[in-house]
């Protein structure tokens, strides 16, 4: 049975996802640090009932940097700590839309050794941890690397049922910022270097992990998703009952690849989680596995 593990499901794009995922049926588990906030955020949702919540989700209070959270999670077994090798049921999907708070600033920080100064500064993007996708992401790999080596009988077995890894990264990260439209490019520059930079070791991360082949935990690949600016809330559109969970709009979205990214301005918050949703959760997510999927609309 899918079951499908989400981080940062308090933000946006994910629990939109996540929303979806639970309205077509799908057992899910998802780690946050306020479990009411997450609760309280699915039932804002069209078509959610506590019942839905109450059958197919189970929400694991903790936090997304510390990989005990992480292991309890990831391991569907209801106590992990009794089960013994070679038993371990894992979740068959991640997905992961954690970031920073985001909050405008003025200032920066003085290049000074002896004191820590402010100085004046042109708008930009400051983030309430900017390493936050950075750490949960060696999180997230440290988490899987100690499944691998102490929930399965061999390496080969935990890579038989590896889940596969999807993550919400951003525009704007290519040489020139590319896959931004042109007149959009300044801004990013200005306004958003801390929150991008954080997403780029996020991506460097995984990268450097893929690159261990056989010997990696990500054996089931990965996807990055690249939406371009995100807007709106994390509320979805559903169709009338008897349509499955899906909602409207996604014939709005245009794909694109780094090697020919679809660019465009903004795209909403609730369509990033449905498009994930139908490729990734419903879809599988093997025709976009190594890439960098940029939508927008």
């Not at 660019?263 to 093997?286: H, N, Q």
């Amino acid at each position: 049975m899918t079951t499908v593990a989400f981080f940062g499901a308090t933000g946006g794009c994910a629990n939109a996802c996540l929303t979806y995922t639970l309205l077509d049926g799908y057992n899910a588990r998802a780690l946050a640090r306020t479990p009411s906030k997450l609760t309280t955020m699915l039932l804002s949702q069209p078509g959610m009932t506590p019942e839905i919540i109450s059958r197919q989700l189970e929400i694991i209070e903790g936090d997304a940097t510390d990989v005990d959270s992480i292991l309890k999670t990831l391991i569907t077994n209801s106590n992990p700590q009794n089960a013994p090798n070679g038993t371990c049921t894992l979740v068959t999907s991640i997905i992961s839309g954690l970031g920073g708070t985001p909050a405008i600033s003025f200032t920066k920080e003085a290049k000074c050794a002896k004191t820590q100064l402010r100085m004046p500064a042109l708008p930009h993007i400051q983030l309430s941890n900017p390493h936050i996708t950075e750490q949960t992401t060696s999180a997230l790999l440290g988490a899987l690397a100690k499944i691998a080596s102490t929930r399965f009988d061999s390496f080969e077995a935990y890579r038989a049922v590896a889940p596969r890894v999807t993550v919400i990264s951003t525009t704007g990260n290519l040489p020139g910022n590319k896959d931004v439209p042109f007149w959009f490019r300044p801004m990013y520059s200005v306004l958003l270097p801390i929150p991008h930079a954080d997403k780029l070791q996020m991506e460097r991360l995984l990268e450097k992990e893929i690159g261990l082949g056989d010997a990696g935990v990500l054996a089931a690949g990965v996807v990055v998703v690249r939406p371009s600016l995100l807007t709106g809330e994390h509320q979805v559109h559903v169709h009338e009952a008897g349509e499955g969970g899906e909602g409207v709009g996604l014939e709005k979205v245009r794909v694109g690849t780094t090697k020919a990214p679809a660019i465009g301005y903004t795209i909403s918050r609730a369509l990033v989680g449905e498009w994930i949703f139908k490729e990734i959760v419903k879809g599988g997510g093997g025709k976009w596995v190594g890439e960098k999927v940029t939508i927008t609309t």
